[in-house]
């Protein structure tokens, strides 16, 4: 994993993403401290998509109902 600070990733940034693009993986420092990696984007398959998708199901059935008051979008607002 190559480490880069952040002004040099901003000088470099069409280089930095053609690494990345070919599979490199790149930490991005600011004042010594990593702060971001920049990863290769890779594409969910079917069933990657279709687990998130029960997954977050099963969460939100498994919350409680919140019976709070209809509230109108102006009424939020009238305060300010």
């Known amino acids: ?3 880069i ?3 040099d990733a901003n000088r470099n940034f069409s280089k930095l993403l053609r690494e990345v693009q070919g ?3 790149v930490t991005i420092t ?3 401290r990593p702060v971001a990696r920049m990863v290769p984007a890779h594409e969910k398959t079917d069933e990657e998509r279709e687990a998130a998708f029960d997954r977050l199901m099963t969460r939100l059935q498994s919350q409680p109902v919140l019976n709070l008051p209809k509230v109108t979008r102006d009424e939020i607002y009238e305060d300010i």
Request: charged content about 25%; glycine content about 16%.
């Open 30 to 32: 600011s004042h010594g």
């Open 1 to 3: 994993m190559k480490t």
């Open 5 to 7: 600070t952040a002004a």
């Open 23 to 25: 599979g490199e993986e």
